[in-house]
Protein backbone atom coordinates (compact mmCIF):
# COMPACT_ATOMS: atom_id res chain seq x y z
CA UNK A 1 0.00 0.00 0.00
CA UNK A 2 2.90 2.38 0.78
CA UNK A 3 4.65 1.42 -2.67
CA UNK A 4 1.40 2.34 -4.32
CA UNK A 5 1.27 5.40 -2.89
CA UNK A 6 5.06 6.34 -3.43
CA UNK A 7 4.55 5.98 -7.43
CA UNK A 8 1.48 7.21 -7.30
CA UNK A 9 2.99 10.40 -5.80
CA UNK A 10 5.83 10.90 -7.97
CA UNK A 11 3.79 10.70 -11.02
CA UNK A 12 2.71 14.51 -10.89
CA UNK A 13 6.03 15.89 -9.76
CA UNK A 14 7.27 14.43 -13.50
CA UNK A 15 4.44 15.51 -15.21
CA UNK A 16 4.78 18.89 -14.05
CA UNK A 17 8.66 18.90 -15.08
CA UNK A 18 8.04 17.80 -18.39
CA UNK A 19 5.06 20.75 -18.36
CA UNK A 20 8.03 23.09 -17.38
CA UNK A 21 10.42 21.60 -19.75
CA UNK A 22 7.79 22.09 -23.25
CA UNK A 23 6.61 25.58 -21.70
CA UNK A 24 10.65 26.92 -21.67
CA UNK A 25 11.29 25.35 -24.67
CA UNK A 26 8.39 26.60 -26.88
CA UNK A 27 8.36 29.81 -25.00
CA UNK A 28 12.90 29.93 -26.55
CA UNK A 29 11.34 29.07 -30.61
CA UNK A 30 8.74 31.26 -29.61
CA UNK A 31 11.11 34.01 -29.02
CA UNK A 32 14.09 32.98 -31.06
CA UNK A 33 13.20 35.66 -34.47
CA UNK A 34 12.73 38.57 -31.19
CA UNK A 35 16.19 37.46 -30.67
CA UNK A 36 17.50 37.54 -34.06
CA UNK A 37 16.01 40.86 -35.37
CA UNK A 38 17.79 42.91 -32.63
CA UNK A 39 20.79 41.25 -33.13
CA UNK A 40 21.41 42.12 -36.30
CA UNK A 41 20.49 45.97 -36.03
CA UNK A 42 21.34 46.99 -32.50
CA UNK A 43 23.98 49.44 -33.82
CA UNK A 44 21.79 51.27 -36.09
CA UNK A 45 18.77 52.15 -33.08
CA UNK A 46 20.09 55.54 -31.62
CA UNK A 47 18.37 56.49 -28.73
CA UNK A 48 20.35 59.63 -27.53
CA UNK A 49 19.79 62.78 -29.95
CA UNK A 50 22.96 63.86 -29.44
CA UNK A 51 25.02 61.09 -30.82
CA UNK A 52 22.57 60.11 -33.87
CA UNK A 53 24.17 60.79 -37.35
CA UNK A 54 22.19 63.82 -39.48
CA UNK A 55 20.00 62.51 -41.94
CA UNK A 56 18.28 64.76 -44.94
CA UNK A 57 14.49 63.24 -44.10
CA UNK A 58 13.28 61.12 -41.06
CA UNK A 59 10.46 58.63 -41.90
CA UNK A 60 7.77 58.61 -38.94
CA UNK A 61 6.05 55.13 -39.24
CA UNK A 62 2.26 55.48 -38.77
CA UNK A 63 -0.23 54.55 -36.07
CA UNK A 64 -3.25 57.03 -34.76
CA UNK A 65 -3.53 59.40 -32.10
CA UNK A 66 -6.26 57.29 -30.32
CA UNK A 67 -10.06 57.94 -30.31
CA UNK A 68 -11.34 57.75 -26.21
CA UNK A 69 -7.54 58.54 -24.86
CA UNK A 70 -4.34 60.01 -25.58
CA UNK A 71 -2.20 57.42 -27.71
CA UNK A 72 1.53 57.24 -26.13
CA UNK A 73 2.31 55.69 -29.47
CA UNK A 74 1.28 58.09 -31.33
CA UNK A 75 2.23 61.28 -29.02
CA UNK A 76 6.24 60.15 -28.26
CA UNK A 77 6.74 59.27 -32.42
CA UNK A 78 5.19 62.83 -32.85
CA UNK A 79 7.72 64.28 -30.04
CA UNK A 80 10.82 62.38 -31.24
CA UNK A 81 9.71 63.45 -34.82
CA UNK A 82 10.07 67.16 -33.54
CA UNK A 83 12.70 66.80 -31.33
CA UNK A 84 14.70 65.74 -34.21
CA UNK A 85 13.64 68.14 -36.76
CA UNK A 86 14.53 70.90 -33.87
CA UNK A 87 18.08 70.12 -33.28
CA UNK A 88 18.73 69.62 -37.25
CA UNK A 89 19.18 66.00 -37.27
CA UNK A 90 16.74 65.86 -40.03
CA UNK A 91 15.42 68.45 -42.26
CA UNK A 92 12.18 66.74 -43.89
CA UNK A 93 9.58 64.10 -42.76
CA UNK A 94 7.44 61.10 -44.88
CA UNK A 95 4.81 60.43 -42.93
CA UNK A 96 3.81 56.76 -43.45
CA UNK A 97 0.72 55.03 -42.68
CA UNK A 98 -2.24 53.10 -43.91
CA UNK A 99 -5.06 55.01 -45.60
CA UNK A 100 -6.92 52.00 -47.01
CA UNK A 101 -10.56 53.73 -46.79
CA UNK A 102 -11.66 57.18 -46.22
CA UNK A 103 -12.75 56.59 -42.70
CA UNK A 104 -8.94 56.19 -41.44
CA UNK A 105 -5.82 58.28 -42.33
CA UNK A 106 -2.85 57.92 -40.63
CA UNK A 107 -0.80 60.09 -42.10
CA UNK A 108 -3.28 62.82 -41.88
CA UNK A 109 -3.43 62.21 -38.41
CA UNK A 110 0.38 63.02 -37.89
CA UNK A 111 0.25 65.73 -40.19
CA UNK A 112 -1.99 67.07 -38.28
CA UNK A 113 -0.40 66.81 -34.88
CA UNK A 114 3.06 67.57 -36.46
CA UNK A 115 2.27 70.68 -37.41
CA UNK A 116 0.54 71.32 -34.31
CA UNK A 117 3.79 70.56 -32.74
CA UNK A 118 5.40 73.69 -34.48
CA UNK A 119 6.65 71.62 -37.52
CA UNK A 120 5.88 73.63 -40.87
CA UNK A 121 3.81 71.94 -43.54
CA UNK A 122 5.93 72.48 -46.36
CA UNK A 123 8.62 70.13 -45.57
CA UNK A 124 5.65 66.97 -44.32
CA UNK A 125 4.92 64.77 -46.97
CA UNK A 126 2.52 61.95 -47.00
CA UNK A 127 2.92 58.61 -47.80
CA UNK A 128 -0.45 57.20 -48.08
CA UNK A 129 0.44 53.77 -48.93
CA UNK A 130 2.46 52.54 -45.92
CA UNK A 131 -0.05 49.36 -44.87
CA UNK A 132 2.73 47.50 -43.17
CA UNK A 133 6.23 48.50 -42.12
CA UNK A 134 7.65 46.77 -44.76
CA UNK A 135 5.84 48.80 -47.13
CA UNK A 136 7.09 52.19 -45.05
CA UNK A 137 10.24 51.33 -45.28
CA UNK A 138 10.75 50.11 -49.28
CA UNK A 139 8.60 52.78 -50.50
CA UNK A 140 11.01 55.25 -48.61
CA UNK A 141 13.55 53.83 -50.89
CA UNK A 142 12.35 53.14 -53.84
CA UNK A 143 9.31 55.39 -54.43
CA UNK A 144 10.38 58.22 -52.74
CA UNK A 145 14.19 57.72 -53.78
CA UNK A 146 16.11 57.98 -50.51
CA UNK A 147 18.60 56.05 -51.35
CA UNK A 148 21.12 58.58 -49.37
CA UNK A 149 19.84 56.79 -46.69
CA UNK A 150 16.93 58.29 -44.18
CA UNK A 151 15.86 58.25 -40.45
CA UNK A 152 13.07 55.73 -39.27
CA UNK A 153 11.04 57.03 -36.25
CA UNK A 154 8.99 55.00 -33.54
CA UNK A 155 9.33 52.94 -30.81
CA UNK A 156 12.51 51.23 -30.27
CA UNK A 157 10.87 47.39 -30.85
CA UNK A 158 9.54 48.45 -33.76
CA UNK A 159 12.86 50.65 -35.06
CA UNK A 160 14.13 47.17 -35.02
CA UNK A 161 11.88 44.99 -36.91
CA UNK A 162 11.59 48.25 -39.47
CA UNK A 163 15.62 48.26 -40.11
CA UNK A 164 15.37 44.19 -39.88
CA UNK A 165 13.58 44.92 -42.98
CA UNK A 166 15.53 47.78 -43.98
CA UNK A 167 18.76 45.44 -43.86
CA UNK A 168 17.03 42.79 -46.06
CA UNK A 169 16.22 45.01 -48.88
CA UNK A 170 19.67 46.54 -49.05
CA UNK A 171 18.22 49.92 -47.60
CA UNK A 172 20.36 51.97 -46.08
CA UNK A 173 18.61 53.37 -42.64
CA UNK A 174 18.90 54.23 -39.25
CA UNK A 175 16.22 54.60 -36.26
CA UNK A 176 15.98 57.14 -33.55
CA UNK A 177 13.63 55.60 -30.83
CA UNK A 178 10.52 57.44 -29.23
CA UNK A 179 10.01 57.08 -25.52
CA UNK A 180 9.28 53.67 -24.55
CA UNK A 181 6.02 52.69 -23.81
CA UNK A 182 5.32 50.78 -20.62
CA UNK A 183 4.50 47.25 -20.87
CA UNK A 184 1.31 47.75 -18.83
CA UNK A 185 0.24 50.31 -21.01
CA UNK A 186 1.13 48.97 -24.51
CA UNK A 187 1.14 45.16 -23.60
CA UNK A 188 -1.55 44.71 -26.83
CA UNK A 189 1.49 46.11 -29.13
CA UNK A 190 4.49 44.09 -27.28
CA UNK A 191 2.48 41.02 -27.46
CA UNK A 192 1.70 41.49 -31.27
CA UNK A 193 4.93 42.16 -31.77
CA UNK A 194 5.96 38.39 -31.33
CA UNK A 195 4.18 36.88 -34.37
CA UNK A 196 5.13 40.52 -36.52
CA UNK A 197 8.81 39.53 -36.12
CA UNK A 198 8.09 35.78 -37.07
CA UNK A 199 6.44 37.35 -40.16
CA UNK A 200 9.58 39.97 -40.76
CA UNK A 201 11.63 36.87 -41.01
CA UNK A 202 9.51 35.29 -43.32
CA UNK A 203 9.37 38.32 -45.43
CA UNK A 204 13.49 39.11 -45.60
CA UNK A 205 14.22 35.19 -46.30
CA UNK A 206 11.80 35.34 -49.09
CA UNK A 207 11.83 38.63 -50.47
CA UNK A 208 7.83 39.97 -49.76
CA UNK A 209 7.75 43.03 -52.28
CA UNK A 210 5.79 46.16 -50.81
CA UNK A 211 1.84 46.01 -51.14
CA UNK A 212 1.65 49.11 -53.69
CA UNK A 213 4.86 50.64 -55.09
CA UNK A 214 3.60 52.47 -58.58
CA UNK A 215 4.92 55.75 -59.71
CA UNK A 216 7.98 57.69 -58.10
CA UNK A 217 6.93 60.48 -55.96
CA UNK A 218 9.08 63.56 -54.62
CA UNK A 219 9.85 64.40 -51.14
CA UNK A 220 8.70 67.96 -50.25
CA UNK A 221 11.39 70.59 -49.55
Known amino acids: MTETKLQYSRWPKNTMRKLLLFILVSGIILMTPWTIVSVSVWDRVYRNIDTIPTREVGVVLGTT????????FFTTRIEAAKELYERGKIRK???SGDN????YNEPEYMKRALMKSGIPESIITMDYAGFRTLDSVVRASKVFSLTGGFTIISQPFHIERALYLAKANDIDAIGYGAANVSL???FYA????IPARWLALYDAWFQTQATVLGEKEMVRN
Open 65 to 72: PGVWWSNL
Open 93 to 95: IIV
Open 100 to 103: SDTS
Open 184 to 186: EYG
Open 190 to 193: YLRE
